[in-house]
């Protein structure tokens, strides 16, 4: 189940960006579950990752190789790799290592992501099987065919395009994303891959995807869990006719709001894909005293419980979510000055429910698929959105059963 029509779109070529699927029987037989990208040699690479304790082999190794010019990604659906202790590291480095002599490469060059089972030994020689068939369909039409090869619990796969104009000359960005669970992104999203064909220098492109990401994917919750093999890669192959970008230029500015865009875009598909979801709610905090403090609000009415599974319900208990704002740690609160909405109707007015709140304005709302919970604090002039979903049966269910 998903909130709204998400179609994938049509996603331009993107010179020197090349990607490769196959089905090696990882965890399922049904569908690919294998992808490679492969870069042009002029190309830069901009990453982050899971700051869970516990992060997969592939997130070790992957942040090892960062500073190597990387030139391929290998990514595995099915098999996290994820305390799997050192024989999960040797198995991402032979993966890596299995990659590289195929195409004639540095394995140090190679970036590995894994998702699905925690726990569980990779299994590195269906991998080995599977990657010539992976290289041999390298392409750089196969965007589609990417976003399925990532999926675990997904519904649907996710893809997201921008085309901009730098100095007359066009720039493509093309992302995908997976994750429908364990979402409680801390610096990446579950798994996220963004390509384009901009020229730009590897600090700039790692500055813009570290503020892309803390705006987009660090935004967005299901269930408040944080992945152990969270991570999000920007890389730009440097194809593009258009001149380098440099810090601090208009050209810049446009590319940076364009990445944004996109990985704004595809974290909201990752919630509107929360396992079980039916409804989409923008969780809005202004007023605050700053940023981190709408956040915090935020996040608390998000990963409260009770108040997904009202929504589920479709039910306006509505003090559920003045209980939250409540106990979000905010110091020295002035609760007369505090409002709560649903939509435009407002629920909490000077201190309690709102003297013209009506039961039947409420329950309008909650009957909707899409909305909007504000809060406005009264202590300054800061707003950030959280996006979440609700809790329903089938989340219990797909999490239950998730091993089998």
Same mark, same amino acid.
């Given at each position: ?30 569908? &690919? ?9 002029? @190309? *830069? ?28 990604? /290998? ?32 394995? !140090? ?18 991998? #080995? ?12 039409? !196969? ?56 020229? %730009? ?22 269930? =408040? &869990?944080?992945? *152990?093999?969270?991570?999000?890669? /920007? ?21 940076? #709001? ?41 996040? *608390? ?7 997904? *599974? #009202? ?12 209980? @939250? ?24 007015? &000077? ?16 009957? !909707?698929?899409?909305?909007? %919970? =504000?809060?406005?604090? =009264?202590?300054? &002039? ?23």
């Amino acid at each position: 189940m998903a909130v709204g029509q998400n179609t994938f779109p049509v996603m331009p070529l993107i010179r020197g960006v090349a990607l490769g699927t196959t089905n090696a029987g990882i965890k399922q037989t049904v569908r &690919d579950d294998l992808l490679v990208f492969q870069f042009s040699e002029s @190309a *830069t690479c901009a990453a982050v990752f899971t700051q869970n304790a516990f992060c997969a082999a592939p997130v070790h190794i992957a942040r090892t190789n960062l500073a190597h010019a990387p030139r391929w990604l /290998l990514i595995n659906s099915g098999n996290a790799n994820a305390g799997t202790g050192e024989q999960g590291m040797n198995d991402a480095r032979q993966t890596c290592q299995d990659l590289a002599q195929l195409v004639g490469g540095n394995a !140090q060059q190679v970036l590995p992501f894994s998702t699905g089972v925690i726990g569980q030994p990779l299994p590195v020689e269906k991998i #080995a099987i599977g990657l010539p068939k992976a290289i041999a369909n390298l392409a750089e039409n !196969q965007w589609e065919q990417a976003a399925q090869a990532i999926m675990t619990t997904d519904t649907f796969p996710k893809g997201v395009s921008k085309v901009i104009i730098l100095d007359g000359e066009t720039v493509t960005i093309n992302g995908i994303s997976k994750g429908a669970g364990m979402i409680q992104p801390n610096m990446a999203t579950m798994l996220g891959f963004i390509a384009t064909d901009a020229k %730009i220098s590897q600090p700039l492109l790692q500055h813009c995807l570290a503020n892309a990401v803390e705006l987009s994917f660090n935004r967005i919750t299901v269930d =408040g &869990d944080t992945s *152990t093999n969270d991570a999000c890669v /920007l890389v730009a192959s440097g194809c593009s006719l258009a001149p380098e970008i440099m810090a601090d230029s208009e050209q810049y500015q446009i590319f940076a #709001a364009a990445v944004l865009a996109v990985n704004k875009e595809l974290a909201e598909l990752i919630v509107r894909d929360g396992e079980g979801a039916t409804k989409l709610m923008r969780i809005v905090v202004s007023e605050a005293a700053d940023d981190a403090e709408a956040v915090q609000v935020a996040k *608390t009415i998000a990963h409260s419980p009770l108040v997904k *599974t #009202a929504f589920f319900a479709s039910d306006p208990n509505w003090g559920r979510i003045l209980a @939250a704002v409540g106990r979000a740690g905010v110091k020295e609160m002035e609760l007369e000055k505090i409002r709560i909405y649903l939509d435009d109707v407002c629920i909490v007015r &000077d201190g309690g429910r709102a003297a013209d709140y009506t039961e039947e304005a409420g329950q309008a709302v909650m009957n !909707q698929a899409e909305i909007v %919970i =504000g809060v406005k604090l =009264g202590r300054g &002039d800061a707003i950030q959105t959280v996006l979440t979903c609700d809790f329903s049966y089938d989340y219990v269910k797909i999490n239950a059963e998730y091993r089998t």
